[in-house]
T-cell receptor, first 119, second 115 residues
Framework: AQKVTQAQTEISVVEKEDVTLDCVYETRDTTYYLFWYKQPPSGELVFLIRRNSFDEQNEISGRYSWNFQKSTSSFNFTITASQVVDSAVYFCALSEGEALTGGGNKLTFGTGTQLKVEL | EAQVTQNPRYLITVTGKKLTVTCSQNMNHEYMSWYRQDPGLGLRQIYYSMNVEVTDKGDVPEGYKVSRKEKRNFPLILESPSPNQTSLYFC??????????????FGPGTRLTVL
């Protein structure tokens, strides 16, 4: 069974600080996908990144970066120079890739990390 | 514009009064799912559908029904809502699974309160 753990329930930082959100996953599949979603106070889910299990390259997109390490089953997310607009709940999610039946592309979500960025 | 729509966005109802939350997508996706989001639990899958007339239970199906009579629509039915179904509900759709496409598109969410 797949599982995603986000051990940090809530993080508070001061604007311009760097912050890393941790994500640890469990799966028996060799092919899988990892995701990060942002949920601002308005409630919608905003897709941030998808990474497949065969691509361990770290990715940077502006102030956002992701560190994928299969050896530790982690997919951590770093925001550099945080801003108040980054305040949101962030979800890490896992989808197993090769099964053609069951789950319907099911995403297994972590419990989320509430990030508060203060002035 | 490619999107998943849900209606209503907000609903307050009373225990036992049947309700339906509609979900529609315009991307010709085969897969559709319903998730519920609860504090401290993240999002959990309720039901999913792999294509028209093909539906199956997710992780938390009790108290819910779904149907998939058309490809674009996947309504969530609560026959007799109870207060423990108070939650934020998301509909999602995605293409048939293949090696490159595994992204789910989410609707805007429906906030349901059952009194």
């Amino acid at each position: 069974a797949q599982k995603v753990t986000q051990a940090q329930t809530e993080i508070s930082v001061v604007e311009k600080e760097d912050v890393t959100l941790d994500c640890v996953y469990e799966t028996r599949d060799t092919t899988y996908y990892l995701f990060w979603y942002k949920q601002p106070p308005s409630g919608e889910l905003v897709f941030l990144i998808r990474r497949n299990s065969f691509d361990e390259q770290n990715e940077i997109s502006g102030r956002y970066s992701w560190n994928f390490q299969k050896s530790t089953s982690s997919f951590n997310f770093t925001i550099t120079a945080s801003q108040v607009v980054d305040s949101a709940v962030y979800f890490c999610a896992l989808s197993e890739g090769e099964a053609l039946t069951g789950g319907g592309n099911k995403l297994t979500f972590g419990t989320g990390t509430q990030l508060k960025v203060e002035l | 514009e490619a999107q998943v729509t849900q209606n209503p966005r907000y609903l307050i109802t009373v225990t036992g009064k049947k309700l339906t939350v509609t979900c529609s997508q315009n991307m010709n996706h085969e897969y559709m799912s319903w998730y519920r989001q609860d504090p401290g639990l993240g999002l959990r899958q309720i039901y999913y559908s792999m294509n028209v007339e093909v539906t199956d239970k997710g992780d938390v199906p009790e108290g819910y029904k779904v149907s998939r009579k058309e490809k674009r629509n996947f309504p969530l039915i609560l026959e007799s809502p109870s207060p423990n179904q108070t939650s934020l509900y998301f509909c999602a759709s995605s293409k048939r699974r293949d090696s490159t496409h595994n992204e789910q598109f989410f609707g805007p969410g429906t906030r349901l309160t059952v009194l």
